[in-house]
């Protein structure tokens, strides 16, 4: 089960945040980051990279965006 | 409102015309300006905003320095003002909206500016800015496009504000980070202005919500030149290049990126964080003067002696490539 960190409706930086909280949380493994805006989709993306996180995958559905990340 | 949506709603609305007006909508300048005689011109300009900053009296300085800058961006002097507050009545206390107006007060004493009265109305949200009366010289208005080949680009203050604000609201800014974008948002443009008018300047613009290449794209389009942009010589706020990183930045500066990135040529080497805070919409901005190459480093010198430290040469207007950005390291 992958952990998910679901900042959808959330403008930024909040999912931003929720996304660096989860990831000192957990230190290593998987994430999905479930966002919808554009701007989410870039913020989380260098949060996730600046933390030595690699973006593995990012989605787009009717919902927004998907982005995996792991480390 | 996004670069783009207003152009959408005024695109054939047709404006009256006065053969005294030599800065009108059309042209999409900083502040419209009105031949009164042969020596005087007036400047008119209003800007207001939701609250950047937590402190109310902090806030009403930005404010006021912000609408005020406008003036100063065309080569004038601001003279008289008007408030223009919506404030939320029944869920706030009078008393912050009587700190705005004193932050606003003390900024306009500080410019010489008197306040000739204002506006307000119940809004659920609380707005605060000003309408800003200033004069020129007819002939000496500094408009954005007349660049002139080999001019040299000065910016007067640091970017990063937009991205400082997003680390502010996401409680991850460091004191000395809010401190010293505080007060940098709060600091007139006058000083500046006063100082460029000892120096042949061709065109100058204030950096505000577009981003420094939103406002250079503003000077480029329909000027007959291009501009190219020396990244590493443009001052930056320290702290906003790791905020960017870790992904602090506004949704602001990816619309002035989606509406802007076509006429833009950028070096791989320019790393992403520097290019977000390129976008980055600023509040209260420093002035972008266009000036003859010859005086370029004696404007940046006498800038600096009046305390404005962070002044820096940070690109040229090109003949080519026309009507485009060009971003090197």
Redesign the interface.
């Given at each position: 089960m992958s952990i998910i960190v679901d900042a959808k409706g959330l403008?930024?930086?909040?999912p931003?945040?929720m996304?660096?909280n989860k990831i000192k949380e957990i230190k290593k493994g998987e994430i999905i980051v479930k966002v919808d805006?554009?701007?989410s989709k870039?913020?989380?993306?260098?949060?996730?990279?600046?933390q030595g996180w690699e973006v593995a995958d990012i989605q787009e559905n009717k919902e927004g965006y998907q982005l995996t990340i792991r480390k | 409102m996004p670069p783009g949506d207003l152009e959408r709603a005024l695109c054939g609305l047709e404006f009256p015309t006065d053969s005294n007006l030599i800065v009108g909508l059309d042209r999409a300048d900083d502040a419209g300006v009105y031949k009164i005689t042969d020596d005087i011109a007036m400047i008119q300009t209003v800007d207001f905003f939701t609250p950047i900053v937590d402190d109310p009296y902090w806030f009403g300085q930005i404010a006021a320095a912000n609408a005020l800058s406008d003036v100063y961006a065309m080569g004038g002097v601001p003279k008289t003002a008007m408030n223009i507050v919506a404030f939320p009545i029944k869920q706030m206390d009078i008393s912050i909206l009587r700190k705005i107006i004193q932050g606003g007060l003390d900024k306009m004493r500080e410019a010489g500016v008197v306040l000739v009265g204002g506006h307000s109305v119940e809004d659920k949200e609380l707005k605060y800015g000003l309408s800003v009366t200033g004069f020129v010289h007819p002939d000496r208005v500094l408009t954005k496009k007349a660049l002139n080949a080999g001019d040299l680009l000065i910016l007067t203050k640091p970017l990063g504000t937009g991205i400082i604000n997003?680390?502010i609201?996401?409680?991850?800014a460091s004191g000395e980070a809010i401190e010293f974008v505080t007060h940098l948002m709060a600091t007139l443009n006058r000083d500046a202005a006063e100082v460029m008018k000892g120096f042949p300047v061709h065109a100058c613009t204030d950096i505000t919500g577009f981003g420094l290449i939103g406002h250079v794209a503003e000077m480029v389009v329909d000027s007959g030149f291009g501009i190219s942009l020396w990244s590493e010589k443009i001052p930056i706020i320290p702290e906003a290049v790791d905020y960017?990183?870790?992904?602090?930045?506004?949704?602001g500066a990816?619309n002035n990126r989606k509406f802007r990135e076509g006429m833009v040529d950028i070096s791989p080497s320019v790393k992403?964080a520097v290019l977000d805070i390129l976008y980055d919409p600023q509040t209260s901005g420093g002035l972008l003067i266009s000036v003859e190459k010859e005086s370029a480093g004696d404007l940046v010198n006498e800038l600096k002696k009046k305390g404005i430290d962070d002044a820096a040469v940070i690109g040229e207007v090109l003949t080519e490539p026309k009507g485009r950005i060009v971003v090197n390291p």
């Open positions: 403008s930024c930086p909040q931003v945040l996304t660096l805006t554009d701007t870039e913020n989380v993306s260098r949060a996730a990279q600046s | 997003t680390a609201k996401g409680g991850l960017a990183a870790m992904g602090l930045v506004p949704a990816y992403q």
